[in-house]
């Protein structure tokens, strides 16, 4: 592991794409900022670990309900379970399409 110093508006460069930035310090806890392109998916731990816990395959037909229902869910502007459903289950149909679809929703619903 590399482990790095950074003072309040200093940043460190991953691979010549991706920047992050120290933006604030209070006592305990570090506000980061994260620049990178889309297709590169940046997200906290325990949303990294949960989308990965759920990695067990499923039926066509239990895929489908649930692609029906997130669709269901945008189309009532729930967007914020919405959001939730398809971090909980990256493995449906149309992932991409809904990953582009669903781009800076996180940053948006959970930075308030």
């Given at each position: 592991m590399l482990v790095l110093q950074r003072k309040r508006n200093e940043s460190i460069v991953i691979d010549d794409v991706v920047t992050v930035s120290v933006l604030e310090i209070?006592?305990?806890?570090v506000k980061l900022?994260?620049?990178?392109?889309?297709?590169?998916?940046?997200?906290?731990?325990?949303?990294?670990?949960?989308?990965?816990?759920?990695?067990k395959p499923v039926s066509q037909e239990e895929t489908r309900q649930r692609y029906q229902e997130?669709?269901?869910?945008?189309?009532?502007?729930?967007?914020?379970?919405a959001y939730d459903m398809f971090l909980k289950?990256?493995?449906?149909?149309g992932?991409?399409?809904?990953?582009?679809?669903?781009?800076?929703?996180?940053?948006?619903?959970?930075?308030?």
């Open positions: 209070r006592r305990d806890r900022g994260v620049d990178a392109p889309t297709e590169v998916p940046v997200h906290r731990r325990e949303v990294f670990d949960a989308i990965h816990r759920d990695k997130f669709r269901r869910l945008l189309d009532t502007n729930n967007i914020k379970s289950y990256p493995n449906m149909p992932h991409d399409d809904l990953t582009r679809l669903t781009s800076g929703l996180g940053k948006k619903l959970y930075s308030q």
